[in-house]
């Protein structure tokens, strides 16, 4: 069965430096992998998606994801934080292997806390 | 477009009570889905509803049952909750299970059970 690891619990930074979250999942024929965000007291929304294709996926608000499949990882990166990030962050895969049906497995989340 | 929508938002329960979550999509999407949302444990699929008239267990479907009312309609039912119940329970939508699969979310709803 797929599994999905993110390796940091939380992950406090200071405003306008850079970030990493780091994802790790178990291996599969193939595999789709997600990255959504949840503001507080809000639903989850889509950042980013690998289907297939080069392997550095860009998002919205100028995040962006590396898909290394050597590694089994899917590191999401944003090279300069705002407040407004300060969310917690899932990376999900879904199995795209035969019978697949579309179901996510996610990971247990991390928080990104944005401080001034 | 509302997107996805959960009723209610907050609930309390005590043990043994029952309760439905209602979710509705006007995306005319084909697949539906609940999962739960506990601490450190990010989200877990409880069922899934590939299309109208289909459903299917996920990882964690004990103590759950569901309805796919119709397209637009997918239910989630406790008939005797219990403390371990306790958690947020969102609904979420995507068009087809096998060539879209960006999941749209609801806003959840909060269960507690006392």
């Known amino acids: 069965a797929q599994s999905v690891t993110q390796l940091d619990s939380q992950v406090p930074v200071f405003e306008e430096a850079p970030v990493e979250l780091r994802c790790n999942y178990s291996?599969?024929?193939?595999?789709?992998l997600f990255w959504y965000v949840q503001y507080p007291n809000q639903g989850l929304q889509l950042l980013l998606k690998?289907?297939?294709?080069?392997?550095l996926v860009k998002g919205i608000n100028g995040f962006e994801a590396e898909f290394n499949k050597s590694q089994t990882s899917f590191h999401l990166r944003k090279p300069s934080v705002h407040i407004s990030d300060t969310a917690e962050y899932f990376c999900?895969?879904?199995?795209?292997?035969?019978?697949?049906?579309?179901?996510?497995?996610f990971g247990q989340g991390t928080t990104l806390q944005v401080k001034p | 477009n509302a997107g996805v929508t959960q009723t209610p938002k907050f609930q309390v329960l005590k043990t043994g009570q029952s309760m439905t979550l209602q979710c509705a999509q006007d995306m005319n999407h084909n697949s539906m889905y609940w999962y739960r949302q506990d601490p450190g444990m990010g989200l877990r699929l409880i069922y899934y509803?590939?299309?109208?008239?289909?459903?299917d267990k996920g990882e964690v479907p004990n103590g759950y049952n569901v309805s796919r009312l119709n397209k637009r309609e997918f239910s989630l039912r406790l008939e005797s909750a219990a403390p371990s119940q306790t958690s947020v329970y969102f609904c979420?939508?995507?068009?087809?299970?096998?060539?879209?699969?960006?999941?749209?979310f609801g806003p959840g709803t909060r269960l507690t059970v006392t």
């Open positions: 509803s590939a299309s109208e008239g289909t459903t």
């Open positions: 979420a939508s995507s068009w087809d299970r096998g060539f879209n699969y960006e999941q749209y």
């Open positions: 690998y289907l297939s294709g080069s392997t």
């Open positions: 999900a895969v879904s199995d795209g292997g035969s019978g697949n049906t579309g179901k996510l497995i």
């Open positions: 291996s599969s024929v193939s595999v789709y």
